[in-house]
T-cell receptor, first 114, second 114 residues
């Protein structure tokens, strides 16, 4: 089944404790992206990647890191989480060659930083 | 991306057609109209897209006015499982990294009732 998976789905952590949210897709998509969703603010893009070893900042990259060492994986790293990073996070992927492109979303990761 | 305007909320009786309008008066010639939906904090799900012709798939129909300044998403026989927030998005045709960013507004919250 074609899908985007995220882990963990729920995470409660404390300020400053490094964490990684994994994202994996099995559709051989070149493009992957991370979004956060907060009430009243819609989805905002954090980082995106056009292909392996190619990443770039989205609208709200501060406090986040990403890597793209393999085509299927695009982990989101919070080196020193803070309470303002409490949010619902989504990973998405799509083909680049396909125009128009359709993005497939993961199930979401609900992060709480205390 | 062109700005879209949608009603905040709508109700629909189960089994009836749900017609969700969207205004996108500043859409440019190379922009597509996409519809996604999000069911209760799950990952957004692609529904349908179009450029200028009406489109239909197994989920819905999309009617785009001749001047392309507005469109209507039609769920022909709404069920309780269609209760969700529906997002109308206009985006450039080609995936150029940041162009693949999906800018979700607040969408229309559709409540399907018995």
């Amino acid at each position: 089944e074609a899908q985007v998976t995220q882990n963990p789905r729920y995470l409660i952590t404390v300020t400053g404790k490094k964490l990684t949210v994994t994202c994996s897709q099995n559709m051989n998509h070149e493009y992957m992206s991370w979004y956060r969703q907060d009430p009243g603010l819609g989805l905002r893009q954090i980082y995106y990647s056009m292909n392996v070893e190619v990443t770039d900042k989205g609208d709200v990259p501060e406090g986040y890191k990403v890597s793209r060492k393999e085509k299927r994986n695009f982990p989101l790293i919070l080196e020193s989480p803070s309470p303002n990073q409490t949010s619902l996070y989504f990973c998405a992927s799509s083909l680049i060659r396909e125009t128009p492109d359709l993005q497939y979303f993961g199930p979401g990761t609900r992060l709480t930083v205390t | 991306d062109a700005k879209t305007t949608q009603p905040t909320s709508m109700d629909c009786a189960e089994g009836r057609a749900a017609n969700l309008p969207c205004n996108h008066s500043t859409i440019s010639g190379n922009e597509y109209v996409y519809w996604y939906r999000q069911i209760h904090s799950q990952g957004p799900q692609y529904i349908i897209h179009g450029l200028k012709n009406n489109e239909t798939n197994e989920m819905a129909s999309l009617i785009i006015t001749e001047d392309r300044k507005s469109s209507t998403l039609i769920l022909p026989h709404a069920t309780l499982r269609d209760t969700a927030v529906y997002y109308c998005i206009v985006r450039p045709r080609f995936n150029t990294g940041t162009a693949s960013k999906l800018t979700f507004g607040t969408g229309t919250r559709l409540q399907v009732t018995l």
